[in-house]
């Protein structure tokens, strides 16, 4: 049974029935008087963590608890308890904040949290580390700036996306209005938040009448729900990986409308072959004046229909897979109220990371900065943080960060370019020019030691993968090629590593499952190579399949295409046998080799899978030590 096959024949049998029983999560949020739970009450008391049905809800809140997973063994030898910390997470529609916001999180981070700040590949930002005690001024300072948490997690509509380019084109502008009014309409409703993080008087007791949703009732949605906009030759917000992607269709400059794609998600868990990635499918066009009644109808059709009993197979691609794209848009013209439109023939053609001095169109500039997986710390000649805020509070610049966990500095003057690149020389910051395109196009997860789910190390591990795929690509003359790289510490894929030419996913330990064949635009999944690679011998895998690439590939075919072209066996060949296993070349007949999705079986093979048609449904690399997860424990679906 060849790579892919044998994963596609897992999925393509019949839909799993729903059990009737639900997941306890949906008692939890029914119980909870939409979302208060006993929140305020553990807020004050003494401990240091929240009982486990207050640690649901506070997802909601956009906040996580987590543990101090590099302190675990030392404090269990000790015989002390886990060290509990909590994550928050600010919610940023299109990434676009203020200097004056950016500053207020800098000044959060190093007053409660680890003095550093995340950029996510959702174009939000996450502080680290916040001790319980400090959670409420954390929360109620991100407010005080005018920004929120709210929303920014849980089972609700998460951040919506969009292209951050400030370019003045009119198209770019309306795409960051729309994704606005989109995160406006879609946000939960509860009072809770106000009461209990920014000292707003109690509106609720258990004999009382809860507060209303009228949208998400009280059970709110059966797992999260993600929405992104793009341009169709921009796809920096890899749409295919929306739960509802709303692609843009220009007529006369102008937006007239947009395709709506349902069913893209990245999550799956090892060994289940019953979760899979999969990439949003073209449902219908709706006018771009009927864009917000068709969302939430979409959101309407997830909170009826979607799986209540399993959140492993609660997302909305699993209805568009079980369903198919037919029943799907049949099911959605009755929530719209009204036959729909078909999708119009467009498709991604372009990705664009935004780095570098570009004209914005109205005489001024704007300045891209990659941020190595979007970490801003400080670390010995890197000040990164130092230098960025210098930056910021001596220009003043509207912000923008994006969905490759960078950063826009906007509104700038043309003069501003020289003093700019002085203060990032000073500090010790890579100017855009300065990197390799392999990191360029590269990003990882948080992974160990705050996330609970990371079974492997991810954001302090890919530097130094990077360092040694550079080197290796620098001997074979391929420093020009756009090579996407994408790590996660566990299969929940938050960084979309199942749509890149490369992805690195935890598997166990220091153990990775290496994919390839995707690519930058993400309109296609990529599939597995070799499973169960040690890090150090991720590189060596890779290196013999990039050697045949530069001197088989064809004209102007990418790392990604070239790998799609040849297929799962041809490729295996090319590998080396691992020290003390069977030759690779006899590993297709292996049963524990795995792809993606039904669609996966004809892309594994070298074929077109035409998933994306509309007819059918360095100097900044971070230090840290590489530690080891669990091992063999099955991942659960991650809750962000």
Same mark, same amino acid.
């Given at each position: 049974?060849?790579?892919?096959?044998?994963?596609?024949?897992?999925?393509?049998?019949?839909?799993?029935?729903?059990?009737?029983?639900?997941?306890?999560?949906?008692?939890?949020?029914?119980?909870?008087?939409?979302?208060?739970?006993?929140?305020?009450?553990?807020?004050?008391?003494?401990?240091?963590?929240?009982?486990?049905?207050?640690?649901?809800?506070?997802?909601?809140?956009?906040?996580?608890?987590?543990?101090?997973?590099?302190?675990?063994?030392?404090?269990?030898?000790?015989?002390?308890?886990?060290?509990?910390?909590?994550?928050?997470?600010?919610?940023?529609?299109?990434?676009?904040?203020?200097?004056?916001?950016?500053?207020?999180?800098?000044?959060?981070?190093?007053?409660?949290?680890?003095?550093?700040?995340?950029?996510?590949?959702?174009?939000?930002?996450?502080?680290?580390?916040?001790?319980?005690?400090?959670?409420?001024?954390?929360?109620?300072?991100?407010?005080? %700036?005018?920004?929120?948490?709210?929303?920014?997690?849980?089972?609700?509509?998460?951040?919506?996306?969009?292209?951050?380019?400030?370019?003045?084109?009119?198209?770019?502008?309306?795409?960051?209005?729309?994704?606005?009014?989109?995160?406006?309409?879609?946000?939960?409703?509860?009072?809770?938040?106000?009461?209990?993080?920014?000292?707003?008087?109690?509106?609720?007791? !258990?004999?009382?009448?809860?507060?209303?949703?009228?949208?998400?009732?009280?059970?709110?949605?059966?797992?999260?729900?993600?929405?992104?906009? #793009?341009?169709?030759?921009?796809?920096?917000?890899?749409?295919?990986?929306?739960?509802?992607?709303?692609?843009?269709?220009?007529?006369?400059?102008?937006?007239?409308?947009?395709?709506?794609?349902?069913?893209?998600?990245?999550?799956?868990?090892?060994?289940?072959?019953?979760t899979f990635p999969h990439l949003a499918r073209p449902i219908c066009y709706v006018p771009a004046g009927a864009v917000v009644g068709a969302a939430e109808a979409v959101v309407r059709l997830?909170?009826?229909?979607?799986?209540?009993?399993?959140?492993?197979?609660?997302?909305?691609?699993?209805?568009?897979?079980?369903?198919?794209?037919?029943?799907?848009?049949?099911?959605?013209?009755?929530?719209?109220?009204?036959?729909?439109?078909?999708?119009?023939?467009?498709?991604?053609?372009?990705?664009?990371?935004?780095?570098?001095?570009?004209?914005?169109?109205?005489?001024?500039?704007?300045?891209?900065?990659?941020?190595?997986?979007?970490?801003?710390?400080?670390?010995?000649?890197?000040?990164?943080?130092? /230098?960025?805020?210098?930056?910021?509070?001596?220009?003043?610049?509207?912000? *923008?960060?994006?969905?490759?966990?960078?950063?826009?500095?906007?509104?700038?003057?043309?003069?501003?370019? #020289?003093?700019?690149?002085?203060?990032?020389?000073?500090?010790?910051?890579?100017?855009?020019?300065?990197?390799?395109?392999?990191?360029?196009?590269?990003?990882?997860?948080?992974?160990?030691?705050? %996330?609970?789910?990371?079974?492997?190390?991810?954001?302090?591990?890919l530097p130094t993968i990077i360092d040694r795929l550079e080197t290796e690509i620098r001997r074979l003359g391929l420093e020009d090629e756009k090579l996407s790289v994408r790590m996660t510490?566990?299969?929940?894929? %938050?960084?979309?590593?199942?749509?890149?030419?490369?992805?690195?996913?935890?598997?166990?330990?220091?153990?990775?499952?290496?994919?390839?064949?995707?690519?930058?635009?993400?309109?296609?999944?990529?599939?597995?190579?070799?499973?169960?690679?040690?890090?150090?011998?991720?590189?060596?895998?890779?290196?013999?399949?990039?050697?045949?690439?530069?001197?088989? *590939?064809?004209?102007?075919?990418?790392?990604?295409?070239?790998?799609?072209?040849?297929?799962?066996?041809?490729?295996?060949?090319?590998?080396?046998?691992?020290?003390?296993?069977?030759?690779?070349?006899?590993?297709?007949?292996?049963?524990?080799?795995?792809?993606?999705?039904?669609?996966? !079986?004809?892309?594994?093979?070298? !074929?077109?899978?035409?998933?994306?048609?509309?007819?059918?449904?360095?100097?900044?690399?971070? /230090?840290?030590?590489?530690?080891?997860?669990?091992?063999?424990?099955?991942?659960?679906?991650?809750?962000?």
């Open positions: 049974m060849t790579i892919g096959s044998q994963h596609a024949a897992a999925n393509q049998a019949a839909p799993l029935e729903t059990p009737a029983k639900r997941s306890p999560v949906e008692g939890i949020k029914e119980a909870s008087g939409q979302l208060r739970g006993t929140i305020a009450e553990q807020l004050a008391n003494d401990s240091d963590h929240f009982v486990e049905a207050d640690k649901q809800l506070l997802k909601f809140h956009g906040t996580y608890q987590q543990e101090d997973r590099d302190a675990r063994k030392n404090r269990k030898k000790e015989g002390i308890g886990k060290h509990h910390m909590f994550m928050v997470r600010c919610k940023i529609p299109g990434g676009r904040l203020t200097a004056r916001q950016y500053i207020a999180v800098d000044d959060l981070a190093g007053a409660y949290a680890n003095g550093t700040l995340r950029f996510t590949s959702r174009q939000g930002i996450q502080l680290h580390g916040v001790l319980k005690g400090h959670l409420k001024d954390t929360i109620a300072g991100i407010n005080s %700036c005018l920004l929120s948490t709210l929303g920014a997690c849980g089972d609700v509509e998460r951040n919506v996306m969009a292209c951050p380019a400030p370019h003045h084109d009119g198209l770019h502008a309306e795409l960051q209005e729309t994704a606005t009014i989109l995160a406006a309409h879609l946000a939960p409703r509860s009072r809770a938040y106000h009461e209990i993080w920014l000292n707003g008087q109690p509106m609720w007791d !258990s004999q009382a009448v809860p507060d209303i949703e009228p949208l998400y009732g009280k059970v709110y949605l059966p797992r999260k729900f993600k929405t992104g906009l #793009a341009l169709p030759e921009v796809n920096c917000i890899d749409i295919h990986a929306q739960d509802l992607g709303l692609l843009a269709v220009v007529e006369n400059d102008k937006i007239a409308g947009y395709n709506f794609l349902v069913g893209g998600g990245m999550g799956m868990t090892h060994g289940n072959h019953n997830f909170r009826d229909h979607g799986n209540r009993a399993d959140r492993k197979r609660a997302r909305i691609k699993y209805l568009v897979h079980d369903w198919g794209v037919e029943k799907f848009r049949e099911v959605l013209s009755g929530y719209i109220g009204g036959a729909l439109m078909p999708p119009r023939p467009v498709q991604v053609s372009g990705f664009d990371p935004h780095l570098g001095w570009q004209a914005q169109g109205d005489g001024k500039f704007f300045y891209g900065l990659s941020i190595e997986n979007g970490r801003i710390k400080d670390e010995r000649a890197l000040r990164l943080r130092t /230098g960025l805020r210098k930056i910021i509070e001596r220009f003043q610049p509207a912000i *923008r960060l994006t969905p490759l966990q960078d950063i826009l500095l906007c509104d700038l003057e043309e003069g501003a370019k #020289a003093e700019i690149e002085s203060l990032l020389d000073e500090h010790g910051i890579s100017r855009p020019d300065e990197i390799s395109n392999v990191q360029r196009y590269s990003m990882a997860c948080p992974a160990i030691p705050t %996330c609970g789910l990371a079974i492997s190390e991810s954001e302090r591990l510490g566990c299969p929940n894929g %938050c960084v979309r590593p199942y749509q890149s030419d490369i992805g690195l996913v935890g598997r166990s330990g220091d153990k990775f499952t290496v994919f390839v064949g995707g690519h930058v635009l993400g309109h296609r999944l990529n599939f597995m190579l070799k499973d169960l690679v040690h890090k150090d011998d991720i590189v060596p895998t890779l290196a013999p399949v990039l050697e045949r690439f530069k001197h088989d *590939r064809q004209p102007g075919e990418s790392f990604g295409d070239y790998c799609h072209r040849l297929g799962a066996e041809m490729l295996l060949t090319l590998l080396p046998p691992a020290p003390g296993r069977e030759p690779l070349a006899n590993a297709a007949a292996n049963p524990k080799i795995i792809s993606h999705t039904p669609q996966d !079986s004809a892309q594994a093979k070298g !074929s077109n899978g035409d998933l994306h048609r509309a007819d059918d449904s360095s100097p900044s690399r971070h /230090g840290g030590s590489a530690l080891a997860g669990p091992a063999t424990k099955p991942v659960p679906p991650r809750p962000d």
